[in-house]
């Protein structure tokens, strides 16, 4: 680093930590989140860090000094870690006669707390649900609310609980359910729900 103007200085110890948490960001994924609940936010702006590193990339090799190492090897190193959690589709894939559409909704409670100064809010997620046709539709923060119709679905589980507001997870499908059931997370109100649907001659497995 003797070379580098104090400027130069700055930014490569800069692009040193950024290396660094991209390196960690790359193997958290395989990592309890619950083991480092601060570090696991890091994978959310790994697709920023990435692009910081190819402009430092492009800033070194712009000077073309050997710093640009730093960058080329992070990116590298990436390479299979990219691959594996973010993919790239350059054309539609086909639909086929056994594909299925899946949705999930978060619909806080079909705003009973007025989140929003919008009075037709379930109306507005029933129109969007028919638009989109899902042939399964899991809800976070379901709550039973009269203008939001889910009759389109054959069948359903919801699990709810609360004194004031029942308030739950649901899921709603087109195929019928063999099997479901709740798993509860250790020392946290959290939950979540599960069907087992009959789809053809597979059972396959959704969450909510």
């Keep these: ?55 430092f990339l492009i800033f070194w090799g712009i000077q073309l000094k050997r710093q640009v190492l730093l960058s080329i090897v992070v990116l590298i190193i990436g390479i299979p870690f990219i ?11 086909p639909v086929s006669s056994g594909d299925f559409v899946v949705m999930s909704y978060n619909v806080r409670i079909f705003n009973k707390f007025k989140w929003s100064d919008k009075l037709t809010v379930p109306i507005e997620i029933t129109d969007f649900v028919k638009e989109k ?53 250790p020392n946290s109100s959290n939950n979540v729900i599960f069907a087992d649907l009959k789809i053809k001659n597979d059972t396959v497995r959704v969450y909510s």
Excluded: H, W
Excluded at 166 to 180: M, V
């Design 1 to 55: 680093m003797k070379k580098l103007s104090v400027f130069n200085k700055i930014f490569y110890v800069i692009n040193l930590l950024l290396a660094i948490l991209t390196i960690v960001a790359y193997f958290l994924p395989f990592l309890t989140p619950k083991s480092f609940p601060i570090l696991a936010v890091l994978t959310l702006f790994l697709p920023m860090m990435l692009i910081l590193n190819i402009l």
């Design 83 to 93: 691959n594996k959690f973010y993919k790239f589709s350059k054309t539609d894939l």
């Design 133 to 185: 046709k899902p042939d399964i539709l899991c809800i976070q923060e379901f709550s039973n609310a009269k203008e939001f119709d889910y009759s389109a679905f054959k069948y359903n589980y919801i699990l709810s609980g609360g004194e004031k507001i029942r308030t739950g997870q649901a899921i709603f499908s087109n195929f019928k359910i063999l099997n479901k059931g709740e798993i509860k997370f």
